[in-house]
T-cell receptor
C-alpha cells in the first residue's frame, strides 16, 4: 500500500527546459491535486482534478499544465521552466470518506525542483 | 476567499509538556484538516475534522464551525512531534479543490 508516489524526488533544470512531474495513487481516489510550497508562503494549489477526465486551475496555474491520464495518475508539466518555479511540489489525493482520514488529503513525499 | 490564520507561529516545548495550537478561518467551511510536516518534509494527515472532536493517541482536535476556529492538542510531547503543523480549510462546491493552508506553527520539542 504505497499511497501517493511522486517522481522524481529531486530535479535541477536550466531556465527554458521542460519537464514532467509524475504522481500516482493506489487508493482508488477520485480527486487529485498539485501544490507548491515556498518558504513563508505555505502550500498553494496549482491545479486539481475532481475526477478522471477533468482538470481545473487552482490559485497559481500560470506556467504549468496538467494531465489526468487515468484514475491513478496525475502529472504536472513545466513547458519552459523559470527560476520563479523553484519550489517543492506536492501531489495529493482526497479520501473517499471512509476510515480515519475520511475526506482528508494524502500527500506524496514531494519533488524538490531548482531552476537555474 | 477563505483566509486561514494559525497561532502561535513558533512554539518551543520541553519533552513531556502539553500544547494547544489554534486555527482561525474567515468563512464557513465544510473541510478542515490538520497536517504535520516532519523535518524531512513529509506531510502527514493528522485529522479531517470539519466539526466536532476527534482523538488519535496523544493528539486530539476540536473544530467549532459556528465560531470559525479549530484547536489541535498535543499531550505529553515527544521530540518526534517536532516539525510544522498546518491547518487547512475549504468549502466543497463549485470550486471543490481549493483547500487553503495557513502558514503553520513551527514546533520544537527539546529533550
Amino acid at each position: 500500500n504505497a499511497g501517493v508516489t511522486q517522481t522524481p524526488k529531486f530535479q535541477v533544470l536550466k531556465t527554458g527546459q521542460s519537464m514532467t512531474l509524475q504522481c500516482a495513487q493506489d487508493m482508488n481516489h477520485n480527486s487529485m491535486y498539485w501544490y507548491r510550497q515556498d518558504p513563508g508562503m505555505g502550500l498553494r494549489l496549482i491545479y486539481y482534478s475532481a475526477s478522471e477526465g477533468t482538470t481545473d486551475k487552482g490559485e497559481v496555474p500560470n506556467g504549468y499544465n496538467v494531465s489526468r491520464l487515468n484514475k491513478r495518475e496525475f502529472s504536472l508539466r513545466l513547458e519552459s521552466a523559470a527560476p520563479s518555479q523553484t519550489s517543492v511540489y506536492f501531489c495529493a489525493s482526497r479520501g473517499g470518506g471512509t476510515g480515519r482520514v475520511g475526506y482528508g488529503y494524502t500527500f506524496g513525499s514531494g519533488t524538490r525542483l531548482t531552476v537555474v | 476567499g477563505i483566509q486561514v490564520e494559525q497561532s502561535p507561529p513558533d512554539l518551543i516545548l520541553q519533552e513531556g509538556a502539553n500544547s494547544t495550537l489554534r486555527c482561525n478561518f474567515s468563512d464557513s467551511v465544510n473541510n478542515l484538516q490538520w497536517f504535520h510536516q516532519n523535518p524531512w518534509g513529509q506531510l502527514i494527515n493528522l485529522f479531517y475534522i470539519p466539526s466536532g472532536t476527534k482523538q488519535n493517541g496523544r493528539l486530539s482536535a476540536t473544530t467549532v464551525a459556528t465560531e470559525r476556529y479549530s484547536l489541535l492538542y498535543i499531550s505529553s510531547s515527544q521530540t518526534t512531534d517536532s516539525g510544522v503543523y498546518f491547518c487547512a480549510a475549504g468549502s466543497y462546491g463549485g470550486s471543490q479543490g481549493n483547500l487553503i493552508f495557513g502558514k503553520g506553527t513551527k514546533l520544537s520539542v527539546k529533550p
